[in-house]
């Protein structure tokens, strides 16, 4: 990973002038993000905010290397992914993306440490090592104990805690959390709220969280707020 | 590839249904391809016995017995080809055998040989009024020194030993000297009956090409090596083309099935290969994983199936059905098989490769 020209490693994610324009059968285009500029630190922590088809999962599509864009510029952890093709995208996203996704997702087949242990296979296959991190990371999420857990022996909140573990597996400079709380009941929300404020600020890892939820947007360190495609200042 | 033999492993009930299903048809599979080597083997044993380097038949008869002729004089040309060493006379005659401690009607099919060249297996010839008597007459009750009674003449006929897989056209194989041969032809299809050294046919021991030597020397014989004999035998390749192409249509119902399963499969984890190709992984992996997948439950199945054949082999009493299992047939099936699953998961491989890793990112974003 080379940092780029103008990119310092202490920049997590730059979006400079991003557009994302989908052709329709009917030959009109429709701008699903329209000139997106977006810095983040390398240990911020940053609400998207928007309501429904405003570009939010567009923007952090883009960002996670999952979709590519029209226009514009993306770097991330100072890979400049703007003209990557779809196997340096995958390349990228086993090392430098860590996703949580609305409804969690967990492979309902692997214990809770297998699933961690899925990114390491899927990516770098560094056995040992990565068997060590999710030892680790399951003990620091207060885990450890339910290792050997299959999904549905987790509650909601464990299972939520388990995507956060396989999101920081390959130690990335970027996590993205996809409605974090959508499914969980308001306390629930605000202890994985500020469990996830607690392990991205001790990691120093930047992290956009997108939701409609005003009411956790306190947790992170500034709310963005996107209508139309467009983000607002 | 991992986490596909995982899945198999944690949810085999996932795979029940389709491993049930290919077991039947791997069943069937193996089952119809032991019939057509049971069919096969009990058409032309007499002929694949034959441990020589050409057949001769007269040029007209169209690889029959009851149709051709070699009289001495046609024999002699035989003998006279370049690279001929050994020239044998053989003939033979398809009747009802009458078994002692069987009813009247329930008469056992053979084909009486008359032989000078020893087939493989098959000692010299016994005495006139004695035969080497095919084992599947062993179904029907005949035992060593039994007396038999051949055709409507019921000529007796004394087994002195059984032989193996020597039959032809579906009924037991029967080996006697070509005097008694002759013997029984005459009393009981004396308008087939032939003179002293007349055969229907020639077994020829030599080198070089001797089928096609021996037709131009005499330009009255059609000559096939053994293998050309059996595939010669009337009806034995229609039965050949038959059969494989019914087993030919079954591995294709297998990859069909096997298809449609992961097909299935795949739709119903869109979202969960959506997220691992969010997290990095490669189409090819989870194509991989499919592949996996289709080739262990093909080989459960295969193996079961194998199993469930065998037994069944065991089982059905030997006579009553032309039915061989043999390793070579169960393999064959089961390599069929395998290239049916890795195949049928190709028509899952564009789904794969179409599904969108920004579809694992929420629906109301």
Known sequence: MTPTTGTTVSTALEMSDVRKVYTMGDGSDVVALDHATLKLGSDEMVALVGPSGSGKTTLVSIAGGILSATEGRIVVGGEDISDHNAKELTKFRQNQVGFVFQSVNLVPFLNARENLLVVDELGRRTGAPARARADQLLEELGLADRAKNLPSQLSGGQRQRV??????????????????????????????????????????????????????????????????????? | MKLALKELRRRPGRFATATVILTLIAVLLMFLGGLL????????????????????????????????????????????????????????????????????????????????????????????????????????????????????????????????????????????????????LSQNRPDAQLADGVFQALVVRGSGDLPDEIDAATGATESFTVDGA??????????????????????????????????????????????????????????????????????????????????????????????????????????LLLAAAVIGCAFSLRRVLRIDPASAIGTTS
């Open chain 1, 163 to 233: 995507a956060i573990g396989r999101a920081l597996m390959n130690d990335p400079s970027l996590v993205l959390f996809d409605e974090p709380t959508s499914a969980l009941d308001t306390e629930l929300g605000e202890q994985v709220m500020e469990l996830i404020r607690n392990e991205m600020k001790s990691r120093g890892t930047a992290a956009i969280v997108v939701t409609h939820d005003e009411r956790i947007t306190h947790y992170c360190d500034r709310s963005v707020h996107i209508v139309d495609g467009r983000l607002e200042a």
């Open chain 2, 37 to 184: 080597d049971g069919l096969i083997a009990s058409s032309t044993g007499a002929i694949r016995a034959q441990d020589v380097d050409a057949i001769v038949y007269s040029d007209t008869a169209q690889a029959s017995f009851v149709r051709s002729r070699i009289d001495p004089e046609l024999r002699a040309q035989v003998e006279a080809v370049d690279g001929v060493t050994e020239v044998g006379g053989i003939g033979n005659v398809q009747l009802g055998a009458r078994v002692p401690g069987n009813g009247p009607r329930d008469l056992a099919s053979v084909a009486l040989f008359g032989y000078e060249i020893p087939p493989t297996g098959v000692p010299e010839a016994p005495a006139f009024g004695q035969a080497y008597a095919d084992d599947t007459l062993k179904a029907d009750g005949v035992e060593e020194g039994m007396v038999i009674e051949l055709g409507p003449a019921r000529t007796p006929i004394e087994v002195v030993g059984f032989v193996s897989d020597t039959n032809f056209n579906g009924q037991s194989g029967m080996w006697a000297s070509p005097d008694t041969w002759r013997d029984v």
């Open chain 2, 230 to 335: 059996v595939n010669a035998i009337p009806g034995v390749e229609q039965q050949s083309a038959t059969f494989n192409q019914i087993i030919g249509v079954t591995v294709a119902i297998a990859l069909v099935v096997i298809g449609l399963f992961f097909a299935l499969l795949t739709v119903e984890r869109t979202s969960l290969y959506g997220v691992l190709k969010a997290l990095g992984a490669k189409s090819s992996t989870i194509f991989a994983g499919l592949v996996a997948q289709a080739v262990v439950v093909t080989l459960i199945a295969a193996l079961i199936a194998g199993t469930l054949v065998v037994v069944l082999d065991l089982l059905i009493p030997p006579g009553s059905i032309p039915l061989q299992i043999t390793p070579s047939r169960i393999i064959t099936s089961i390599v």
